[in-house]
C-alpha cells in the first residue's frame, strides 16, 4: 500500500455566503479528485455526528442481537426497482454481507424492522440529512465542471430513485475477506458511513488505498452518470470492501441517484460545443440498472461478461 490518502474536504465555507475562499478550495479540491479517480471524504458536511453515531448503533444491534426470524420480518416487496427491505447474500455469492435497503420515507415499497426501537424514526432522519447533502454536492460538481451551479438540480429533480443500504459485512476467514467485489457505482453520487473497522478501498493508479475512518467524515464518490454526462471528465471512482478479521463491519450507503426514465449520454457542453467526440451512446438509465441488477442475480460465468458502464463505450480510436 502507498503512502497516499484521499483527500479531506472541509464543506462548512459550503453552508456560509460570507466564505467564496473556503468555497473555491473546496471546489478546487473536490474536481482535482473527481477528474483523477471520483473519490474523496467530506467534514462539517451538516449530517449530525450524533445521529450518525445512533445510527451505526441501531443497524449493530438490528443485525448482530436479533435472530434471523425477527430480521426475516421485513422481507422485501415483490415489485420494487431494488429489493426494499431486508435480504442476505446469497451463499454462492462472492460478496458476504446482509442488508437493510430503504427508499426515500413515505415510500409505500419500504419494509421497516419493527425492532430495535426507534431503528425507523434514525433510519428516515438520516436519509433526509444524505438527500440534502447530495443537492449541496451537486451544486459543488457542476461548478466544478464548469455548468451553472444548478445544472444537475435541474437535470433531475425526481429524488424518487434515491435509496440507503445499512450493512452488515461478516468477519473475514482464513481463506477469504472480501465484502464487496470491486466495483464502480452506477449511480449520480455515493455517501458512505463506515464504522472504526474500516475495510473500504479505492483503486488508484493500479493500487488498492484504504480509506482510514475518520470521526465524523463521510466518504464520497462519483458515480457512472457523472462520468458519462461529463464525457469522461470526471472518473466514477473504482472501489471494494475487504471485510477485517475476528470482528464485523457496520456502514451505511446512500445512493443519490436518477430517475428511471431518464436519458443519459454526454452532454453537448462536453462534445460538440467544444470538438469532442462521445465517449458513449446513450442509454435509459432503468436499463442500465436492469443489467446491473443482472449481474447480481444472474452471476456471469467470468469477469469480462460482468456489465460495466464501458457497456455503452464508443471505440473512437
Known amino acids: 500500500m502507498g503512502e497516499w490518502c484521499i483527500p479531506t ?40 455526528l450524533g445521529l450518525m453515531t445512533r445510527a451505526i ?12 426470524e425477527e430480521k426475516l420480518k421485513c422481507v422485501p416487496n415483490s415489485g420494487a426497482p431494488l429489493p426494499a427491505g431486508y435480504n442476505r447474500q446469497p451463499d454462492q455469492s462472492p460478496d458476504k454481507n446482509e442488508y437493510l435497503l430503504m427508499f426515500p420515507p413515505g415510500c409505500n415499497l419500504n419494509v421497516y424492522p419493527q425492532n430495535p426501537p426507534h431503528f425507523r424514526e434514525v433510519l428516515e432522519q438520516i436519509f433526509d440529512y444524505f438527500t440534502r447533502l447530495g443537492g449541496v454536492i451537486e451544486r ?19 429524488r424518487s430513485w434515491d435509496f440507503m443500504v445499512a450493512l452488515h459485512y461478516f468477519p473475514a476467514t482464513e481463506t477469504e475477506n472480501n465484502g464487496i467485489t470491486e466495483h464502480e457505482d452506477g449511480n449520480c453520487i455515493t455517501f458512505v458511513l463506515q464504522d472504526e473497522a474500516g475495510g473500504l478501498e479505492v483503486r488508484r493508479n493500479g493500487e488498492w488505498i484504504p480509506v482510514i475512518p475518520t470521526r465524523g467524515s463521510l466518504v464520497v464518490n462519483v ?59 446513450g442509454f435509459l438509465y432503468k436499463e442500465y440498472q436492469e443489467l446491473r441488477m ?17 457497456h455503452y463505450a464508443i471505440n473512437t480510436s
Open 9 to 48: 474536504v472541509d464543506l462548512s465555507p459550503c453552508f456560509r455566503e460570507d466564505d467564496e475562499d473556503g468555497r473555491k478550495k473546496a471546489r478546487d479540491t473536490i474536481g482535482q479528485a473527481c477528474s483523477e479517480y471520483g473519490f474523496f471524504q467530506v467534514v462539517n458536511h451538516g449530517v449530525p
Open 57 to 68: 448503533e441501531l443497524s449493530r444491534t438490528f443485525f448482530e442481537t436479533l435472530p434471523n
Open 294 to 310: 443482472r449481474n447480481k442475480t444472474h452471476p456471469p460465468s467470468t469477469p469480462e461478461d460482468v456489465i460495466h458502464i464501458t
Open 140 to 158: 459543488i460538481l457542476s461548478q466544478c465542471l464548469g455548468l451553472p451551479s444548478n445544472f444537475l438540480e435541474e437535470f433531475n429533480h425526481d
Open 223 to 281: 458515480g457512472d452518470v457523472i462520468q458519462v454526462l461529463s464525457n469522461n471528465n470526471f472518473k466514477s471512482a473504482t472501489h471494494r470492501v475487504v471485510r477485517p478479521k475476528s470482528k464485523s463491519r457496520y456502514s451505511y450507503a446512500f445512493f443519490y441517484n436518477l430517475h428511471g426514465d431518464k436519458w443519459v449520454e454526454p452532454l453537448h457542453q462536453f462534445t460538440k460545443d467544444i470538438g469532442e467526440v462521445p465517449r458513449y451512446r
